[in-house]
Protein backbone atom coordinates (compact mmCIF):
# COMPACT_ATOMS: atom_id res chain seq x y z
CA UNK A 1 0.00 0.00 0.00
CA UNK A 2 1.17 3.43 -0.70
CA UNK A 3 -0.04 7.01 -0.02
CA UNK A 4 1.04 10.12 -1.62
CA UNK A 5 0.30 13.53 -0.96
CA UNK A 6 1.27 16.50 -2.85
CA UNK A 7 4.09 19.03 -2.35
CA UNK A 8 3.40 22.13 -1.13
CA UNK A 9 3.80 25.97 -2.22
CA UNK A 10 4.50 26.74 -5.66
CA UNK A 11 6.21 23.57 -6.41
CA UNK A 12 3.26 21.17 -5.61
CA UNK A 13 2.97 19.70 -8.93
CA UNK A 14 6.50 18.57 -8.98
CA UNK A 15 6.80 14.28 -8.34
CA UNK A 16 6.45 13.47 -4.49
CA UNK A 17 10.19 12.23 -3.31
CA UNK A 18 10.80 8.66 -2.94
CA UNK A 19 8.51 7.21 -0.24
CA UNK A 20 9.35 6.22 3.37
CA UNK A 21 9.14 2.59 3.61
CA UNK A 22 7.36 1.66 6.80
CA UNK A 23 6.59 -1.48 8.34
CA UNK A 24 4.09 -2.20 11.28
CA UNK A 25 1.62 -3.84 13.08
CA UNK A 26 -1.53 -1.74 13.27
CA UNK A 27 -4.61 -3.15 13.37
CA UNK A 28 -7.09 -1.82 10.10
CA UNK A 29 -8.83 0.81 11.83
CA UNK A 30 -5.68 1.90 13.11
CA UNK A 31 -4.45 1.79 9.84
CA UNK A 32 -7.14 3.64 8.40
CA UNK A 33 -6.07 6.73 11.43
CA UNK A 34 -2.43 6.54 10.46
CA UNK A 35 -3.37 6.77 6.30
CA UNK A 36 -5.01 9.99 7.14
CA UNK A 37 -2.62 11.26 9.21
CA UNK A 38 0.05 10.79 6.35
CA UNK A 39 -2.38 12.45 3.74
CA UNK A 40 -3.15 15.61 5.84
CA UNK A 41 0.15 16.19 6.73
CA UNK A 42 1.28 15.49 3.18
CA UNK A 43 4.13 12.38 3.64
CA UNK A 44 4.50 10.15 0.67
CA UNK A 45 4.85 6.61 3.08
CA UNK A 46 4.85 3.24 1.76
CA UNK A 47 3.65 1.34 4.04
CA UNK A 48 3.44 -2.61 4.94
CA UNK A 49 1.40 -4.48 7.59
CA UNK A 50 3.16 -7.59 9.31
CA UNK A 51 1.19 -9.64 11.22
CA UNK A 52 2.25 -9.79 15.02
CA UNK A 53 2.24 -13.46 15.58
CA UNK A 54 4.88 -13.39 13.02
CA UNK A 55 6.32 -10.29 13.56
CA UNK A 56 9.75 -10.55 15.13
CA UNK A 57 10.78 -13.83 13.05
CA UNK A 58 9.65 -11.76 9.34
CA UNK A 59 11.51 -8.70 11.22
CA UNK A 60 14.15 -10.41 11.89
CA UNK A 61 14.77 -11.92 8.36
CA UNK A 62 14.55 -8.89 6.60
CA UNK A 63 16.80 -7.16 8.88
CA UNK A 64 19.32 -9.97 8.50
CA UNK A 65 19.02 -9.91 4.51
CA UNK A 66 20.20 -6.42 4.55
CA UNK A 67 19.05 -5.23 1.52
CA UNK A 68 14.84 -4.69 1.48
CA UNK A 69 14.68 -2.73 4.71
CA UNK A 70 12.04 -0.35 5.52
CA UNK A 71 12.71 2.89 6.55
CA UNK A 72 10.71 2.99 10.14
CA UNK A 73 9.50 0.14 11.99
CA UNK A 74 6.39 -0.31 14.69
CA UNK A 75 7.94 -3.48 16.82
CA UNK A 76 6.66 -4.20 20.10
CA UNK A 77 8.94 -3.39 22.54
CA UNK A 78 10.00 -7.20 24.04
CA UNK A 79 11.77 -7.54 20.39
CA UNK A 80 13.77 -4.55 20.90
CA UNK A 81 16.72 -6.58 22.91
CA UNK A 82 16.88 -8.51 20.17
CA UNK A 83 17.29 -6.52 17.33
CA UNK A 84 19.73 -4.24 19.62
CA UNK A 85 21.94 -7.07 20.26
CA UNK A 86 21.84 -8.26 16.71
CA UNK A 87 23.07 -4.88 16.21
CA UNK A 88 20.24 -3.95 13.14
CA UNK A 89 19.16 -0.19 15.00
CA UNK A 90 20.61 3.01 14.68
CA UNK A 91 20.48 5.55 17.15
CA UNK A 92 17.62 7.66 17.80
CA UNK A 93 18.27 11.39 17.20
CA UNK A 94 18.61 13.93 20.36
CA UNK A 95 15.91 15.79 19.81
CA UNK A 96 13.62 13.08 19.73
CA UNK A 97 15.39 11.38 22.59
CA UNK A 98 14.53 14.63 24.61
CA UNK A 99 11.01 14.63 24.30
CA UNK A 100 8.52 14.63 27.65
CA UNK A 101 8.36 11.25 27.63
CA UNK A 102 6.61 9.57 30.59
CA UNK A 103 8.52 8.08 32.98
CA UNK A 104 6.42 4.32 31.94
CA UNK A 105 7.36 4.88 28.28
CA UNK A 106 10.90 5.46 29.18
CA UNK A 107 10.87 2.58 30.79
CA UNK A 108 10.30 0.63 27.17
CA UNK A 109 13.18 1.84 25.37
CA UNK A 110 15.75 3.15 28.26
CA UNK A 111 17.94 1.07 31.23
CA UNK A 112 19.02 -2.63 29.64
CA UNK A 113 17.79 -1.30 25.52
CA UNK A 114 20.66 1.27 25.53
CA UNK A 115 23.97 1.24 24.89
CA UNK A 116 26.31 4.30 26.22
CA UNK A 117 23.50 6.78 27.14
CA UNK A 118 21.86 6.25 23.55
CA UNK A 119 18.51 4.67 22.95
CA UNK A 120 17.53 3.09 19.76
CA UNK A 121 13.77 3.43 19.97
CA UNK A 122 11.22 5.83 20.06
CA UNK A 123 7.99 5.08 22.22
CA UNK A 124 4.41 5.09 19.98
CA UNK A 125 2.17 3.33 23.17
CA UNK A 126 2.26 2.13 26.37
CA UNK A 127 -0.03 -1.05 27.67
CA UNK A 128 -0.57 -4.24 29.46
CA UNK A 129 -3.34 -5.60 31.77
CA UNK A 130 -5.67 -4.13 33.92
CA UNK A 131 -9.05 -4.84 35.27
CA UNK A 132 -12.33 -3.60 33.53
CA UNK A 133 -15.61 -3.51 34.99
CA UNK A 134 -19.04 -1.75 34.43
CA UNK A 135 -18.74 1.69 36.71
CA UNK A 136 -21.94 -0.05 38.25
CA UNK A 137 -19.92 -2.55 39.89
CA UNK A 138 -18.13 -2.49 43.08
CA UNK A 139 -14.24 -2.12 42.71
CA UNK A 140 -11.98 -5.36 43.71
CA UNK A 141 -11.11 -4.84 47.77
CA UNK A 142 -7.17 -4.58 46.21
CA UNK A 143 -5.39 -4.92 42.92
CA UNK A 144 -4.94 -9.09 44.17
CA UNK A 145 -5.39 -11.54 42.11
CA UNK A 146 -7.29 -13.55 44.94
CA UNK A 147 -10.07 -9.96 45.07
CA UNK A 148 -10.20 -9.64 41.80
CA UNK A 149 -11.45 -13.69 41.54
CA UNK A 150 -13.68 -12.95 44.10
CA UNK A 151 -15.47 -9.60 43.05
CA UNK A 152 -16.17 -11.91 39.93
CA UNK A 153 -17.22 -14.79 42.05
CA UNK A 154 -19.75 -12.57 43.71
CA UNK A 155 -21.56 -11.47 41.07
CA UNK A 156 -22.27 -15.35 39.33
CA UNK A 157 -25.88 -15.82 38.68
CA UNK A 158 -27.42 -18.32 36.70
CA UNK A 159 -27.60 -16.44 33.49
CA UNK A 160 -24.27 -14.87 33.94
CA UNK A 161 -22.03 -18.10 35.44
CA UNK A 162 -18.81 -16.80 33.59
CA UNK A 163 -18.30 -13.20 35.11
CA UNK A 164 -14.38 -13.30 34.64
CA UNK A 165 -12.82 -12.56 31.67
CA UNK A 166 -9.24 -13.77 31.83
CA UNK A 167 -7.52 -15.36 28.32
CA UNK A 168 -5.74 -18.53 27.91
CA UNK A 169 -2.50 -17.25 26.86
CA UNK A 170 1.21 -16.48 28.38
CA UNK A 171 0.72 -13.14 29.33
CA UNK A 172 -2.40 -13.52 30.89
CA UNK A 173 -0.27 -16.33 33.28
CA UNK A 174 2.12 -13.61 34.29
CA UNK A 175 0.27 -12.22 37.20
CA UNK A 176 -0.34 -15.60 38.52
CA UNK A 177 3.04 -17.09 38.24
CA UNK A 178 4.35 -14.16 40.16
CA UNK A 179 2.14 -14.16 42.59
CA UNK A 180 3.51 -17.31 43.38
CA UNK A 181 7.31 -15.91 43.30
CA UNK A 182 7.96 -17.00 39.57
CA UNK A 183 8.81 -14.62 36.71
CA UNK A 184 8.74 -14.80 32.62
CA UNK A 185 12.38 -16.21 32.17
CA UNK A 186 13.87 -19.71 32.37
CA UNK A 187 15.09 -19.27 35.81
CA UNK A 188 11.96 -17.89 36.73
CA UNK A 189 9.42 -21.07 36.49
CA UNK A 190 11.52 -23.90 38.21
CA UNK A 191 10.26 -24.58 41.49
CA UNK A 192 6.64 -25.53 42.82
CA UNK A 193 5.27 -21.79 42.56
CA UNK A 194 4.83 -22.32 38.86
CA UNK A 195 2.76 -25.69 39.28
CA UNK A 196 0.20 -23.66 42.00
CA UNK A 197 0.26 -20.58 39.80
CA UNK A 198 -1.31 -23.13 36.77
CA UNK A 199 -3.44 -24.84 39.43
CA UNK A 200 -5.08 -21.70 40.20
CA UNK A 201 -4.68 -20.40 36.54
CA UNK A 202 -6.58 -23.75 35.51
CA UNK A 203 -9.11 -23.78 37.78
CA UNK A 204 -10.95 -20.65 36.57
CA UNK A 205 -12.05 -22.19 33.81
CA UNK A 206 -15.25 -23.24 34.31
CA UNK A 207 -15.50 -22.05 37.45
CA UNK A 208 -15.97 -18.23 37.06
CA UNK A 209 -13.89 -18.10 33.28
CA UNK A 210 -15.66 -19.60 30.76
CA UNK A 211 -14.19 -22.98 28.60
CA UNK A 212 -11.85 -20.83 26.30
CA UNK A 213 -13.07 -20.43 22.53
CA UNK A 214 -11.30 -21.51 19.97
CA UNK A 215 -7.69 -19.94 19.39
CA UNK A 216 -7.76 -17.40 17.20
CA UNK A 217 -11.30 -16.46 18.12
CA UNK A 218 -10.04 -14.83 21.56
CA UNK A 219 -10.61 -10.92 20.93
CA UNK A 220 -13.95 -11.29 19.37
CA UNK A 221 -15.60 -13.64 21.90
CA UNK A 222 -14.76 -11.22 24.57
CA UNK A 223 -15.67 -8.30 22.90
CA UNK A 224 -19.36 -10.14 22.12
CA UNK A 225 -19.45 -11.38 25.66
CA UNK A 226 -18.30 -7.78 27.55
CA UNK A 227 -21.44 -6.16 24.85
CA UNK A 228 -23.69 -8.95 25.77
CA UNK A 229 -23.24 -8.47 29.77
CA UNK A 230 -22.21 -11.35 30.33
CA UNK A 231 -18.52 -10.49 31.63
CA UNK A 232 -18.24 -8.50 34.87
CA UNK A 233 -15.02 -7.99 35.69
CA UNK A 234 -12.83 -8.22 32.46
CA UNK A 235 -8.59 -8.49 32.55
CA UNK A 236 -7.28 -7.11 29.59
CA UNK A 237 -5.64 -4.16 28.13
CA UNK A 238 -5.78 -0.81 26.11
CA UNK A 239 -6.17 -2.66 22.64
CA UNK A 240 -9.08 -4.40 23.38
CA UNK A 241 -11.30 -1.05 24.53
CA UNK A 242 -11.10 0.86 21.71
CA UNK A 243 -14.13 -1.10 20.07
CA UNK A 244 -16.25 -1.20 22.78
CA UNK A 245 -19.48 0.86 22.98
CA UNK A 246 -20.42 3.41 26.12
CA UNK A 247 -16.45 4.03 27.03
CA UNK A 248 -17.83 5.94 29.70
CA UNK A 249 -19.38 3.69 31.53
CA UNK A 250 -16.24 1.78 32.35
CA UNK A 251 -14.33 1.60 35.27
CA UNK A 252 -10.51 0.80 35.57
CA UNK A 253 -8.52 -0.75 38.45
CA UNK A 254 -4.90 -2.03 38.56
CA UNK A 255 -3.84 -5.73 38.47
CA UNK A 256 -1.15 -7.08 40.78
CA UNK A 257 1.97 -8.35 39.10
CA UNK A 258 0.11 -7.18 35.57
CA UNK A 259 3.28 -7.02 32.82
CA UNK A 260 3.31 -4.13 31.35
CA UNK A 261 4.92 -3.18 27.67
CA UNK A 262 4.21 -1.17 24.62
CA UNK A 263 4.83 -0.37 21.02
CA UNK A 264 7.82 1.43 19.88
CA UNK A 265 9.41 3.00 16.70
CA UNK A 266 12.90 1.67 15.33
CA UNK A 267 14.74 2.69 12.19
CA UNK A 268 16.99 0.23 10.86
CA UNK A 269 20.95 0.61 10.08
CA UNK A 270 20.12 -0.84 6.63
CA UNK A 271 17.38 2.08 5.95
CA UNK A 272 17.32 3.29 2.85
CA UNK A 273 16.38 6.46 4.07
CA UNK A 274 16.80 6.69 8.06
CA UNK A 275 16.57 10.38 8.05
CA UNK A 276 13.56 9.86 6.49
CA UNK A 277 12.37 7.04 8.97
CA UNK A 278 13.22 9.35 11.66
CA UNK A 279 10.60 12.30 10.43
CA UNK A 280 7.40 10.24 10.34
CA UNK A 281 8.36 8.35 13.53
CA UNK A 282 8.50 12.14 14.65
CA UNK A 283 4.85 12.84 13.02
CA UNK A 284 4.09 9.36 14.92
CA UNK A 285 4.92 10.86 18.53
CA UNK A 286 3.75 14.45 18.38
CA UNK A 287 1.54 15.31 20.60
CA UNK A 288 -1.72 16.02 18.39
CA UNK A 289 -0.57 12.21 16.49
CA UNK A 290 -0.89 10.82 19.73
CA UNK A 291 -4.02 12.74 21.39
CA UNK A 292 -5.69 11.78 18.20
CA UNK A 293 -4.68 7.56 18.20
CA UNK A 294 -5.60 8.04 22.49
CA UNK A 295 -9.30 9.55 21.85
CA UNK A 296 -10.02 6.77 19.05
CA UNK A 297 -8.59 4.07 20.23
CA UNK A 298 -7.96 4.34 24.33
CA UNK A 299 -4.78 3.89 23.77
CA UNK A 300 -2.22 5.10 26.22
CA UNK A 301 0.06 7.65 24.90
CA UNK A 302 3.84 8.23 25.33
CA UNK A 303 4.00 11.97 26.05
CA UNK A 304 2.93 13.60 29.08
CA UNK A 305 1.54 16.91 26.90
CA UNK A 306 -0.62 14.21 24.99
CA UNK A 307 -1.62 12.22 27.74
CA UNK A 308 -2.70 15.46 29.55
CA UNK A 309 -5.74 15.81 26.58
CA UNK A 310 -6.32 12.31 26.44
CA UNK A 311 -9.98 11.16 27.64
CA UNK A 312 -10.59 10.09 31.25
CA UNK A 313 -11.16 6.41 30.32
CA UNK A 314 -7.28 6.51 28.48
CA UNK A 315 -5.61 8.56 32.07
CA UNK A 316 -7.32 6.28 34.15
CA UNK A 317 -5.89 3.02 31.74
CA UNK A 318 -2.24 5.28 32.41
CA UNK A 319 -2.83 5.29 36.73
CA UNK A 320 -3.49 1.52 36.39
CA UNK A 321 -0.72 0.37 34.44
CA UNK A 322 1.70 2.57 36.61
CA UNK A 323 2.38 -0.20 39.14
CA UNK A 324 2.19 -2.76 35.89
CA UNK A 325 5.40 -4.18 35.92
CA UNK A 326 7.48 -4.44 32.87
CA UNK A 327 8.50 -7.94 31.25
CA UNK A 328 12.74 -9.19 31.69
CA UNK A 329 14.54 -7.32 28.87
CA UNK A 330 15.71 -10.21 27.31
CA UNK A 331 16.58 -11.59 24.33
CA UNK A 332 14.40 -14.82 24.94
CA UNK A 333 11.55 -12.86 26.57
CA UNK A 334 9.20 -13.32 23.20
CA UNK A 335 10.11 -17.02 22.50
CA UNK A 336 9.36 -18.15 25.81
CA UNK A 337 5.52 -17.62 24.69
CA UNK A 338 6.12 -20.57 22.22
CA UNK A 339 6.58 -22.89 25.43
CA UNK A 340 4.29 -21.72 27.57
CA UNK A 341 1.01 -20.74 25.42
CA UNK A 342 0.70 -24.61 24.47
CA UNK A 343 1.10 -26.39 28.01
CA UNK A 344 -1.32 -23.56 29.32
CA UNK A 345 -4.22 -24.63 27.14
CA UNK A 346 -3.34 -28.42 27.62
CA UNK A 347 -4.10 -27.60 31.20
CA UNK A 348 -6.87 -25.56 30.87
CA UNK A 349 -8.44 -28.64 28.48
CA UNK A 350 -6.77 -30.94 31.01
CA UNK A 351 -5.70 -32.68 28.77
CA UNK A 352 -2.24 -32.28 31.01
CA UNK A 353 -2.08 -31.43 34.55
CA UNK A 354 -0.02 -28.38 35.74
CA UNK A 355 2.56 -30.46 36.88
CA UNK A 356 3.14 -32.29 33.47
CA UNK A 357 2.73 -29.00 32.25
CA UNK A 358 4.74 -27.00 33.70
CA UNK A 359 7.67 -29.76 33.37
CA UNK A 360 6.84 -29.56 29.57
CA UNK A 361 7.73 -25.72 29.36
CA UNK A 362 10.63 -26.24 31.92
CA UNK A 363 12.30 -28.54 29.31
CA UNK A 364 11.60 -26.06 26.61
CA UNK A 365 13.16 -23.11 28.26
CA UNK A 366 16.38 -24.55 29.49
CA UNK A 367 16.48 -25.70 25.64
CA UNK A 368 15.83 -22.39 24.55
CA UNK A 369 18.71 -20.98 26.72
CA UNK A 370 21.59 -23.45 26.50
CA UNK A 371 20.83 -22.97 22.50
CA UNK A 372 21.13 -18.73 22.77
CA UNK A 373 23.14 -18.40 25.62
CA UNK A 374 21.40 -17.10 29.29
CA UNK A 375 19.10 -14.10 28.89
Known sequence: MCLLACGGGDDASAPAGPPIRFL???????????????????????????????????????????????????????????????????????????R???????????????????????????????????????????????DVVAAARATKTPSSPYPLGVRVDGYWFVPWLRAEGGELRPTGIGDVGAVVALEKFAALYGDVASPPPPSGTEAPDELRRWNAHELAYWITGPWQLGALRDRDRLAITPLAHAPRGGQVLVVPTCARAPAEGWRLAAELTDTPAL?????????VPTRESALASSPPLVRALYEALKSAEPLPRAVNTPLLFDDLNPALAAAVARDATPTEAIDGVRHGWHRLTRGEGHP
Open 24 to 98: HTFGAEETELFNAIVVERRLTVESSLVPFARGQQVISAILAGGTDCPDLMRIDATWLPGLRTAGYLAPVPADLAA
Open 291 to 299: ARFAAAFAT
Open 100 to 146: DWTPEAKGLVASAWRSNDQLFAVPQTVDGLVVVRDSSRPAPASPAIT
